[in-house]
């Protein structure tokens, strides 16, 4: 027996497929495919907000540095508020580092829901749903070897 994928609720392999607490043997498959549900928007904002947080430190740093510029106030005060929005400024890049690999982990769990179908022994089957777009495609994938190991060809709609 070989194991494609295994993980603490989904086990795939060259005999199997485990689900949560259902088993279906890989012989049974007939046909294998899977289908995205639609777009969050939850998660599209979230996205949206995380580049707005981004830009934040360096807006805010030339606005600083166009009114210290524009106010012609004292030396001092000029200087302070270039000082101030050069700081503000060096915030963007811990900041962005933050927030791009928040950004990053949005992409890898997605932003659609993502169904496993499957045909066994002539019926639809729901084999997995979930929103976690990397899982998602290491188990779609690892039931596809394991139906063209078993002679199958799996099927894509």
């Known amino acids: 027996m070989i194991t494609y994928y295994d993980d603490r609720s989904v086990q795939v392999t060259s005999d199997a497929v485990r689900v949560g607490g259902r088993t279906v043997p ?14 969050s928007w939850r998660v599209t904002a979230r996205r ?3 580049g707005a947080a981004m ?14 510029l524009g106010l012609h106030a004292s030396l001092t005060v000029t200087v302070a508020l270039v000082g101030v929005s050069c700081l503000v400024g060096l915030t963007a890049g811990p900041l962005a580092d933050v927030l791009l690999e928040q950004m990053d982990r949005s ?11 499957a045909e066994v022994r002539g019926r639809r089957v729901l084999l997995l749903h979930t929103r976690d777009a990397l899982r998602f495609g290491q188990i779609y994938r690892a039931v596809q070897r394991a139906v063209e190991q078993a002679g199958l060809a799996p099927s894509r709609r």
């Open 107 to 117: 992409y890898a769990r997605g932003a659609r829901e993502l169904r496993l179908w």
């Open 55 to 68: 830009a934040g430190p360096v807006v805010a740093a030339v606005a600083g540095l166009l009114i210290a």
């Open 26 to 39: 890989v012989r049974d498959l007939t046909r294998v495919w899977h289908e995205r549900g639609r777009r």
């Open 48 to 50: 949206g907000a995380l």
